[in-house]
C-alpha cells in the first residue's frame, strides 16, 4: 500500500454508460494527479489539483469530469466514453515544503478501464 | 516540443549483465529529475530522484543514475541486474518552467532472463 487508494481496480463500462473513479489519500498531500497510462506511450497528465483548486486541465475532453470535494479525495466521472478511451488510470499525489518527501509523486495502483 | 526521451523500448538481458537506460529531456532552466519503476501488476514507485548537490544519485536495489546537465541526461545504471528487477521502468522530469509538471518518458521495459 502507498497510501494512496484507487476504486475499482477494474471497471468495464459500454460507451453510453456513466461511471465514476476514485481516488483516496492518507498522506497529508495537497495535490492531486490524474494520468492516463496507455500501452507504449507516456504516461500522460491529465488533471491538477492544489488544495482542492484545479490548476492544470491538459486538452482533456469534456467527457472526462474530474471532482475534487477535499484535499484527501478525487473522483474522475466518465461518461459516453469511446473504446480509445481504455487505459490505465493512475491517481497520484504530492506533499509540499521541506519535509522528507516532499515535491516526489506518490502513485496509486490504478484503475484499470475497459470500454466496450 | 518539451519532451522526455527514453531511447531503450524494450531490454533484454540476462542475470548478472549491467544496465544503463538513457533518459534525456528537451527542458531548460531547473530541473528535478526521477526514475520510477512499475513491476507487473504493481503501482509505479519511486526509485530514485535528482533534485541538487550530487550528480551521481542513489536509489533502491542498487540502481544509480548520473545528471549530465551538458547532455541534458539522467541515465541509470545497475551494475547486476537480477531477474527480480523485470519491470517497466519510467524516467520523469519537473521542471520549474513547465509549471513544475512532472512529464514521463514513454518507458523501458526490461525483461531480465535468469
Known amino acids: 500500500e502507498t497510501g494512496v487508494t484507487q476504486t475499482p481496480r477494474h471497471l468495464v463500462m459500454g460507451m453510453t454508460n456513466k461511471k465514476s473513479l476514485k481516488c483516496e489519500q492518507h498522506?497529508?498531500?495537497?495535490?492531486m494527479y490524474w494520468y492516463k497510462q496507455s500501452a507504449k506511450k507516456p504516461l500522460e497528465l491529465m488533471f491538477v489539483?492544489?488544495?482542492?483548486?484545479?490548476?492544470e486541465n491538459n486538452s482533456v475532453p469534456s467527457r472526462f469530469s474530474p471532482e475534487c470535494p477535499n484535499s484527501s479525495h478525487l473522483f474522475l466521472h466518465l461518461h459516453t466514453l469511446q473504446p480509445e478511451d481504455s487505459a490505465l488510470y493512475l491517481c497520484?499525489?504530492?506533499?509540499?515544503?521541506?519535509?522528507?518527501?516532499?515535491?516526489?509523486?506518490?502513485f496509486g495502483a490504478g484503475s484499470r478501464l475497459t470500454v466496450l | 516540443a518539451q519532451s522526455v526521451s527514453q531511447h531503450n523500448h524494450h531490454v533484454i538481458l540476462s542475470e548478472a549483465a549491467s544496465l544503463e537506460l538513457g533518459c534525456n529531456y528537451s527542458?531548460?532552466?531547473?530541473?528535478?529529475l526521477f526514475w520510477y519503476v512499475q513491476y507487473p501488476g504493481q503501482h509505479l514507485q519511486l526509485l530514485l530522484k535528482?533534485?541538487?548537490?550530487?550528480?551521481l544519485v542513489k536509489g533502491i536495489k542498487g540502481f544509480e543514475a548520473e545528471f549530465i546537465k551538458s547532455k541534458f541526461s539522467f541515465n541509470l545504471r545497475k551494475p547486476s541486474v537480477q531477474w527480480s528487477d523485470t519491470a517497466e521502468y519510467f524516467c520523469?522530469?519537473?521542471?520549474?518552467?513547465?509549471?513544475?509538471?512532472?512529464?514521463f518518458g514513454q518507458g523501458t521495459e526490461l525483461s531480465v532472463k535468469p
Open positions: 497520484a499525489s504530492k506533499g509540499q515544503g521541506s519535509r522528507s518527501g516532499a515535491n516526489v509523486l506518490t
Open positions: 498522506l497529508g498531500h495537497n495535490a
Open positions: 489539483y492544489n488544495f482542492k483548486e484545479q490548476t
Open positions: 527542458y531548460g532552466g531547473t530541473v528535478n
Open positions: 535528482y533534485f541538487s548537490g550530487d550528480p
Open positions: 520523469a522530469v519537473n521542471s520549474y518552467n513547465q509549471g513544475g509538471k512532472l512529464i
